[in-house]
């Protein structure tokens, strides 16, 4: 078994925690981002990062594919983008899903594909990752 351990050296304000109780072999508490600010990290590296990383695009397709997944955590978000230098609007409620659409919109679905493949867990999922599902999914 291998455990990843990161530490975050320079955390962002009004991040949300949740903590889930873990017995497998031995019991664990883990703190962790709550449902709000997972989606918030995701689309900050969506809009932020320099270059394509189709796992970003997966867990974005995967998190609005889930119903019950809380919407993004748009505080954490913008401190997100403040602390990395955003040059764009302030990210709200009403535009967050057109500024991801815009950065699809630039994207090379192919590559995205390519560099997620091996997180698509079937054969349906594998049709179903599109640019055009996710840009469905962002429409709602």
Not at 8 to 19: C, F, M, Q, S, V
Request: glycine letters at 4%; aromatic letters at 8%; proline letters at 2%.
């Amino acid at each position: 078994m291998a455990i990843k351990l990161e530490i975050d050296t320079n955390p962002l304000a009004k991040a949300g925690l949740d903590t889930t109780l873990v017995q497998h072999h031995v019991t664990v508490h883990l703190q962790h981002h709550d449902q709000a600010s997972l989606l918030a990290g995701k689309l900050h590296a969506i809009l932020q990062r320099e270059y394509v990383k189709g796992r970003d695009w997966y867990d974005l397709y995967w998190y609005l594919r889930q119903p019950q997944w809380a919407g993004p955590n748009l505080d954490m978000l913008n401190n997100a983008l403040r602390q990395s230098n955003w040059a764009g609007d302030v990210v709200t409620e009403s535009n967050w899903r057109a500024l991801v659409l815009a950065r699809l919109a630039q994207l090379d679905w192919n590559r995205v594909v390519n560099d997620g493949q091996r997180f698509l867990m079937n054969q349906e999922e594998q049709s179903e990752f599109r640019a055009e599902t996710v840009k469905g999914l962002l429409s709602v």
